[in-house]
């Protein structure tokens, strides 16, 4: 007798006929649906590593997280493109230096030294390192007839810029002068150009030097 013609015996025996066995296991799949098989517990290495992630990962948040204060973390918040220029940072004598080169600069030249018996220098200048209502004034109004600079002797006209320039730029230019060239001298403010333009008044009439020396010091 081989095996095979054993277990066939066998079956016989236990009386399995084709028809029982699919009745016994159409039994058996009701009471495991096919579903159940999906499900499966995390392997306990990996929940542990879960874990431990969370545990970190909060411990970190209360460090690190400042309670989310909007203050810090404003999603918001405007920030600077990186290599903007912030205005409030340019120095006033930076700015001036601009309006400087495009208006005074043609006759008191971009080195400050002006032309002989023409223009008068800034560099070195007692005026322009002197009081500054003086001149504020000649920027606003003009300046006619003789007036001496660093002892020598010069008799123009420079041309009215109070309508061209505003406040702050006549005030930026001024600092530019009183602190370039090795001239040393406070920074004039545009609240003092517009206290000085509103004291004008009516007046258009260029100054002469004898008058602006009896005003101020
Ligand atoms: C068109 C030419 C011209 C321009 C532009 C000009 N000036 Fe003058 N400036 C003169 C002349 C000329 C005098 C002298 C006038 C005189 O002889 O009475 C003078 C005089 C002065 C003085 C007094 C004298 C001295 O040399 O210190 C100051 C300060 C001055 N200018 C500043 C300025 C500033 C600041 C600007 C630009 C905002 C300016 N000037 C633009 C021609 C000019």
């Given at each position: 007798?081989?095996?095979?013609?054993?277990?066939?015996?066998?079956?016989?025996?236990?009386g399995?006929?084709?028809?029982?066995?699919?009745?016994?296991?159409?039994?058996?799949?009701?009471?495991?649906?096919?579903?159940?098989?999906?499900?499966?517990?995390?392997p306990?290495?990996?929940?542990?590593?879960?874990?431990?992630?969370?545990?970190?990962?909060?411990?970190?948040?209360?460090?690190?997280?400042?309670?989310?204060?909007p203050?810090?973390?404003?999603?918001?918040?405007?920030?600077?493109?990186?290599?903007?220029?912030?205005?409030?940072?340019v120095?006033?004598?930076?700015?001036?230096?601009?309006?400087?080169?495009?208006?005074?600069?043609?006759?008191?030249?971009?080195?400050?030294?002006g032309?002989?018996?023409?223009?008068?220098?800034?560099?070195?200048?007692?005026?322009?390192?002197?009081?500054?209502?003086?001149?504020?004034?000649?920027?606003?109004?003009?300046?006619?007839?003789?007036?001496?600079?660093?002892?020598?002797?010069?008799?123009?006209v420079?041309?009215?810029?109070?309508?061209?320039l505003?406040?702050?730029?006549?005030?930026?230019?001024?600092?530019?002068?009183?602190?370039?060239?090795?001239?040393?001298?406070?920074?004039?403010?545009?609240?003092?150009?517009?206290?000085?333009?509103?004291?004008?008044?009516?007046r258009?009439?260029?100054?002469?030097?004898?008058?602006?020396?009896?005003?101020?010091?």
């Amino acid at each position: 007798m081989s095996a095979n013609s054993d277990k066939d015996f066998h079956l016989e025996q236990g009386g399995a006929s084709d028809d029982s066995i699919q009745q016994v296991h159409a039994q058996l799949q009701k009471q495991k649906p096919d579903k159940a098989n999906g499900y499966s517990f995390l392997p306990l290495g990996i929940l542990g590593l879960m874990c431990t992630a969370v545990f970190f990962g909060s411990i970190y948040l209360a460090h690190y997280s400042i309670r989310f204060d909007p203050l810090v973390v404003n999603e918001h918040a405007k920030r600077e493109k990186p290599g903007a220029v912030v205005a409030t940072a340019v120095p006033p004598a930076v700015l001036g230096k601009k309006v400087f080169s495009n208006i005074c600069a043609t006759c008191h030249q971009a080195t400050g030294l002006g032309v002989p018996g023409v223009y008068p220098p800034l560099a070195g200048s007692e005026w322009a390192q002197g009081d500054e209502e003086r001149i504020i004034r000649i920027v606003l109004l003009g300046l006619n007839g003789p007036i001496t600079v660093e002892g020598k002797e010069f008799n123009n006209v420079m041309a009215p810029l109070g309508a061209a320039l505003k406040d702050d730029q006549i005030a930026n230019a001024l600092t530019y002068v009183r602190q370039e060239w090795g001239n040393k001298a406070p920074e004039v403010k545009a609240e003092t150009v517009s206290r000085i333009r509103a004291e004008l008044g009516a007046r258009t009439a260029p100054w002469t030097a004898a008058e602006l020396l009896k005003i101020g010091h």
